[in-house]
């Protein structure tokens, strides 16, 4: 087993703890050495295969603690022979198209302690799934199934996917600080309380009406769930895996075009943990700009420290008020706007209160004056 952790966005224990806030009021499930283990299956059309998998997955010891088969509008009885063969296994409708839906809907369906992610075409070994838990147990965060380290292989795969992968591999690298030698395997499993970190779609939002897929659902989730779990910064361990060819059917596999694909997402989720942390940052700044040092806020507010000073003396002019604010303008330049827009209305109301009184009872005494001295 390696640990591939990603290294690209600063120290990973600062990482981890921004995972773990993003956990939110959420209670993590207990990390023990015995945990239950849920089985993830999407399937469309996997009737047959589903009759040598799912007893396969049933004999693991030790033994899962239930088996999710997400089904996609199979017409070939792919429910029924599920429940067949295994009549205790889950099974659901997943919610829209797209294996990356049918994932998040098992993810969302599951109640053990760590979620093990298994193809339905027979091409993964259920007897591996213990080593991934091992994983787990051991420390990581998500366990990723490799077919190039050592003790892993495959035998469906070809000469030109291999050297796709490749290349792919190291892109995703270079961009998350990562060392993946496998990034295109779905045979994955990761402790359940990392769910929030992955943000997935909601199983619930309505599919777009042009018929279009939501970022996340289709193929592309496992290129998706690589990048979100490098970017937050999570211990990743490779864990070597054997791939066999399908049992029956035809793979949906289509080199170029799902070449070109992870190519796109990859640039899509560095530009999104690009983002994210740099949001992470503001809010830090601002944290810490908005904790007191010694009793005296570092960042004063706008209008309320100048208000108790405006009484002891004139009242400053408008243009005074202004060149006063824009030093603490150009600082912030979003502040500025907002900085300046309620002074000259502070200023209005209270000239009123201190020199518009004063100014009207001696203006009235002095044309009374003057007139008692015309009239004598």
């Known amino acids: 087993m390696t640990n591939v952790s990603g290294g690209g966005y600063g120290q990973r224990s600062e990482r981890r703890e921004h995972a773990a806030d993003a956990v939110g009021g959420r209670k993590a499930m207990a990390r023990n050495g015995n945990p239950r283990v849920s089985v993830v299956v999407p399937t469309r059309n996997e009737a047959r295969n589903l009759e040598v998998v799912l007893p396969a997955i049933a004999a693991v010891r030790p033994a899962v603690h239930e088996i999710i088969v997400v089904d996609g509008n199979s017409v070939d009885g792919t429910i029924e022979t599920a429940q067949r063969v295994l009549p205790w296994v889950k099974v659901i409708s997943q919610t829209r198209k797209g294996k990356g839906n049918a994932m998040a809907c098992g993810f969302a369906a599951a109640t ?6 298994f193809d339905a075409d027979g091409s993964a070994d259920p007897a591996e799934i213990p080593a991934f838990v091992r994983a787990l147990i051991n420390g990581a965060d998500f366990a990723k199934g490799s077919r190039f380290v050592r003790g892993g292989g495959s035998d469906d795969i070809t000469l030109l996917r291999k050297s796709g ?11 998350f600080g990562t060392s993946y030698t496998d990034l295109c395997y779905g045979y994955n499993a990761f402790w359940a309380d990392i769910l929030p970190v992955l943000d997935l779609p ?3 939002t309505p599919a777009p009406a042009d018929g279009t897929m939501l970022w996340g659902d289709g193929f592309e989730i496992e290129t998706v769930l690589n990048c979100r779990v490098a970017a937050a910064g999570l211990k990743i361990t490779e864990v070597p ?3 066999r060819e399908r049992i029956f059917g035809q793979t949906n596999l289509r ?3 799902d070449g070109t694909r992870v190519l796109r997402t990859l640039a899509a989720e560095r530009r999104r943990a690009s ?9 830090e700044e601002q944290s810490r700009a908005l904790t007191p040092v010694g009793g005296i806020p570092v960042v004063p507010p706008a209008p309320q ?3 108790p000073a405006q009484p002891t003396g004139p009242t400053p002019p408008v243009n005074g008020a202004r060149g006063v604010q824009a030093p603490g303008a150009e600082v912030n330049g979003q502040a500025e706007t907002v900085e300046r827009r309620p002074l000259p209305q502070a200023r209005v109301e209270s000239q009123p209160r201190v020199e518009g009184p004063v100014r009207e009872t001696r203006d009235g005494v002095s044309l009374r004056l003057a007139l008692e001295e015309e009239a004598s």
């Open 202 to 204: 909601p199983i619930d």
């Open 275 to 283: 983002r994210r942390s740099a949001e992470r940052v503001q809010v």
């Open 112 to 117: 053990g302690d760590v979620i093990v992610m």
């Open 241 to 243: 895996s054997m791939e």
């Open 165 to 175: 992968n490749a290349g792919l591999n190291g892109v995703a690298n270079a961009l």
């Open 255 to 257: 080199t170029f075009a």
């Open 305 to 307: 420290p100048m208000a």
